[in-house]
């Protein structure tokens, strides 16, 4: 009598489904294929005594997991998530380029320009701390025009001043500014200017302290009003004559600049 083999239902589908999987793969077709081998796969899943039964069963669920491995990195776009990557990598890249643009252009002047200012503003905190006689004048400095322009603002200046110790704190400070970069000073009271200084005068009147040289006179044929008119004329003549005319044109001056 000739042997008869008997097989499971279970094993006719197993093998129907894995030959349907096999065909799919050798024609290109990885997505049905895909769908056929998560199907056995779950079909295999469910009979975990069938496959301890049969080693071939336990085979072809080794296979099945191996095929749907590859399946799954094959179906795993090649682009998609390097795409994804660097587009997110491109907006993060352009992102920072746009802070480090503004920070050039916007940020960082401002903080520059703050730090400038309060350079300059620990010159008159200096002068208040060292030279008593300046303490009754108060100053705050401040830039304009991209900080091309230095504000000298007389905020206070008490009664019993003299004009000499306003003029030598405006000097002194001249002198402590010699390395800061600017093109004008403004003379301002309270905020409103009231004279201009161009950058070069504004340094020889500061290189000129200490020394046997006192500017002071000549200083109002050096400044100018906010229009660009001079107020005071160069003093020629007889010496005695220019000494006083330089004297009333100082006194003039400061009482314009910081008398109400």
Not at 106 to 130: N, T
Not at 148 to 177: C, G, H, S
Request: negative net charge; glycine residues 6%; charged residues 30%.
């Amino acid at each position: 009598m000739a042997d008869e083999t008997t097989t499971s239902p279970l094993s006719d589908e197993v093998h129907e489904r894995l030959s349907r999987t096999r065909k799919l793969l050798n024609d290109g077709d990885s997505a049905a294929a895909l769908e056929n081998a998560y199907a056995l796969d779950q079909l295999l899943s469910r009979h975990p005594e069938a496959r301890r039964a049969d080693k071939a069963l336990e085979e072809i669920y080794d296979e099945v997991k191996e095929i749907l491995k590859g399946l799954e990195d094959a179906q795993e776009p090649a682009s998609g998530p390097t795409r994804h990557i660097s587009l997110r990598s491109v907006g993060f890249y352009l992102g920072l380029l746009l802070l480090i643009v503004l920070g050039y252009f916007f940020i960082g002047p401002i903080v520059g320009e703050r730090q400038q200012i309060d350079r300059l503003q620990s010159f008159i905190r200096v002068m208040h701390r060292d030279e008593l006689q300046t303490r009754g004048i108060e100053v705050t400095i401040d830039l304009k025009d991209k900080g091309r322009t230095i504000v000298y603002d007389l905020t206070e200046v008490a009664p019993d001043t003299n004009p000499e110790t306003v003029f030598y704190m405006l000097q002194t400070f001249a002198k402590r500014a010699q390395d800061e970069p600017f093109d004008r000073v403004t003379l301002a009271f309270g905020g409103t200017p009231k004279f201009v200084l161009d950058a070069a005068y504004f340094r020889t009147l500061g290189k000129a302290k200490n020394t046997a040289t006192s500017p002071q006179w000549t200083f109002p044929e050096n400044v100018r009003r906010p229009d660009g008119s001079a107020p005071w004329p160069h003093r020629d003549g007889n010496w005695r004559e220019v000494a006083q005319q330089q004297r009333e044109d100082f006194e003039v001056l400061m009482k314009e600049w910081y008398e109400p």
